[in-house]
């Protein structure tokens, strides 16, 4: 079993109903869903397109998937969650827009989020006792990326290389595309199909914990926290979580 701490919301919400039917699953229930119809391409050339972050579930990473260490268990991690966002003050993201990272589309923020920095390094160091050392083989699959060698102190210290100042938020909408003019058909359609969401404010009060039940199962949503802290905003808290460590 292993767990992570994603940027989600409410099934209701628009981006997110947007979100899953672009990856044509809901990881409430993980049923199926019919992906929208992009002109040029098949149903099933869209389902493998976007084949692995429909198994992730739409989100933005925060803490990413991790074990349990010894001694650890799923109610004490929900329990932590509930705490974490009682203390977390909701806030906003000015926009979000589509973006290439990597031959891969994502909806990112569309300018300098600190504070969203912020919420997901607090994320990182406040959940990090529950999370297991990774094994040789998760360092070696990690490793298969070109990684800095401050990414690669990430990934040996805190069990994944893009966080802190290597972060860059991103909800993932497809698989490495190789053709250019594929991924820049199928990013014309990511637009239009979020467009209503775009234009921001995309309102940060709740986070998702997810788990993936067998490794290279679905992930599905366990719960959905929202954030309920009156006066801790994400900055606030990430200077805290840092004195604290």
Not at 156 to 165: A, K, L, T
Request: glycine letters at 6%; proline letters at 6%.
């Amino acid at each position: 079993m292993r767990y992570a701490i994603y940027f989600a919301t409410e099934r209701s919400a628009p981006l997110m109903e947007l979100g899953n039917a672009w990856l044509g699953r809901d990881p409430f229930n993980g049923k199926s869903i019919r992906q929208p119809h992009i002109e040029g391409f098949s149903h099933a050339e869209i389902e493998k397109m976007t084949s692995n972050p429909s198994r992730y579930g739409f989100h933005g990473t925060l803490k990413a998937p991790f074990e349990l260490e010894v001694g650890q268990t799923e109610a004490a991690l929900a329990q932590a969650c509930r705490d974490f966002a009682s203390r977390i003050t909701p806030f906003e993201l000015k926009a979000l827009t589509v973006s290439e990272i990597g031959g891969f589309l994502a909806l990112v923020p569309a300018g300098d989020e600190a504070e969203l920095s912020a919420f997901a390094s607090s994320c990182v160091r406040y959940f990090e006792p529950f999370r297991a050392p990774l094994s040789e083989e998760d360092l070696i699959r990690r490793r298969q990326s070109t990684l800095t060698k401050a990414q690669d102190k990430n990934l040996v210290q805190w069990g994944y290389p893009y966080i802190f100042d290597e972060f860059r938020f991103h909800m993932t909408l497809s698989n490495k595309i190789e053709h250019d003019n594929d991924r820049a058909d199928l990013k014309m359609a990511a637009l239009r199909h979020f467009d209503s969401v775009l234009a921001g404010p995309v309102p940060v009060t709740s986070f998702g914990l997810y788990f993936e039940e067998n490794r290279g199962a679905p992930f599905r949503v366990h719960t959905i926290f929202q954030l309920t802290g009156a006066d801790m905003p994400s900055v606030a808290a990430q200077q805290l979580f840092e004195e604290q460590a």
